[in-house]
């Protein structure tokens, strides 16, 4: 087990308490990296992600790459990945793989094994999972993370319409969806961090009717709510609905980090003034 | 719009025909790549695939690489599962790809283009999906698919016991979770190829006792039924449970292509068994 000082909790809670809770997505689409006049390819998906952290000096909590934005490259992609997330990592800067990723059992161990083995070329900080087998299916996952100082976020409720029905329909216990695995990813904190924040976070849009009820069954969990700015959710949206996770809300923002432009200056402009107001949220 | 004789449905129909519709799982976990006496690397895994292919001389239907046991080798892992899928795909063997990806928008785009893509590198012919964010979410990344004559298969029930709750949750229709799947990979289906085989399948495990109920929901989609052999469901229960779903049902084994010895002639005798068996499907 990894000591409380070097949890992913604990090293979570000091970059948020030093650099604001941001979440900084990095999703170097074709459109993206147009705007910022880089090749649509490996390279420019890496180069793309060095600007960002040049333009925040990394002083960011953690950065969100979106897999899919990489994979669409092949090993080139995945190799460009690796390159950035050692970059961050060497910087202390966190790194939460989006790659909504889930298997059961030894598929599920493989899965964390590549994120969070000793000497793994993909090594991140935490990565997001999807529940759709079951929570309890993910628990071979869940320890392997853990037991590396590693975090896990598992999708509760996104905030796309179609998410809606699926997320909310109810168990013969007569718990919604998202309700019952708000009780679960309690359960599994407070097995693994017994009373502090734990290392099994949500995924909890901003713009969810629910949010704030799935926020309160939370108490003890990181919640990351992502599609901040283009996705239509504001980080007052985030406050107003969230606000009850003091220190443990990581409002996500990507295609919106180019706001003002997409030169490292300009970045540094939108990201300083995006830190400056998720701070908020401390 | 690809043509009726180049679709997915096509050529994997013509492929069962041919060979059976048994679906070989390559999971290259070191518990494998020990018993093949293989290194536990990138190039065991390249050369475990490479030796399955050989052993059955490429007169397989399809083959299943699980996407986790490569991607622990980081971007040398996906270089070999490129490398090994494009060796069945010139051979005409179809590659579906068990990844159980799904996002939403452009970022379920960006995963459709990195198996579809003209000159992806890591081009397949089907993959998995998972459909937590909501089928309607996955809109963008089938559209992909299906331009591109590739196919998607949706995980509906998994034959783990922590799934069931989830899958079998009720929505405000009154239809469970996996009900309502069913309906819309209908749809799908229909909207794609009228009244034939669609692009769309289903993952359904065979152990389910719903398992019957489900498939008779599917009159024209495939059905992947993972888990044959080693995760206790058996060809009998897939002929038993899922049987009217005749030429259309894909049983998967893969640790149990093992169960004669790791050698290339023990693994051609032990795959011709089961395609022999799995002919009772047709």
């Known amino acids: 087990m990894p ?4 949890s992913f909790a604990a090293r979570l809670s000091q970059r948020i308490q030093a650099h604001s809770p941001l979440c900084v997505g990095l999703d170097p689409s074709a459109a993206i990296l147009t705007a910022c006049g880089l090749p649509d390819s490996a390279a420019g998906a890496l180069e793309f992600g060095q600007r960002v952290l040049a333009a925040a000096r990394f002083e960011l909590a953690l950065i969100k790459p979106q897999s899919a934005f990489f994979e669409r490259f092949g090993s080139a992609g995945i190799a460009a990945l690796e390159e950035l997330t050692a970059l961050a990592r060497a910087r202390e800067v966190l790194v939460l793989l989006d ?3 889930g298997d059961i059992d030894s598929t599920g161990a493989a899965y964390a094994a590549g994120y969070f083995a000793p000497g793994a070329p993909l090594r991140v900080d935490a990565v997001t999972t999807h529940p759709y087998l079951g929570l309890g299916a993910l628990r071979a996952f869940i320890d392997c993370a853990v037991a590396a100082e590693g975090g896990v976020f598992v999708v509760v409720r996104s905030s796309n319409p179609e998410g809606f029905a699926l997320q909310t329909a109810r168990l013969a216990s007569g718990a919604t969806v998202a309700q019952d695995l708000c009780r679960q990813i309690g359960e599994l904190n407070q097995h693994y961090a017994g009373t502090g924040i734990g290392p099994v976070g949500a995924v909890i849009g901003a713009t969810c009717e629910d949010a704030a009820a799935a926020v309160a069954a939370l108490p003890a ?7 901040v700015g283009a996705q239509g959710a504001t980080l007052e949206d985030v406050r107003t609905r969230m606000g009850a996770a003091r220190a443990r809300v990581l409002p996500s923002v990507s295609r919106a980090i180019l706001a003002n432009g997409a030169s490292e200056s300009d ?6 003034a995006l830190q400056s107001q998720a701070r908020a949220l401390l």
Chains 1, 2 share one sequence.
Request: hydrophobic share 45%.
């Open 3 to 6: 000591t409380l000082a070097s």
């Open 99 to 101: 790659g909504k990723r």
């Open 221 to 227: 969990a990181f919640i990351l709510a992502p599609g």
């Open 267 to 272: 970045l540094r402009t939108t990201l300083r």
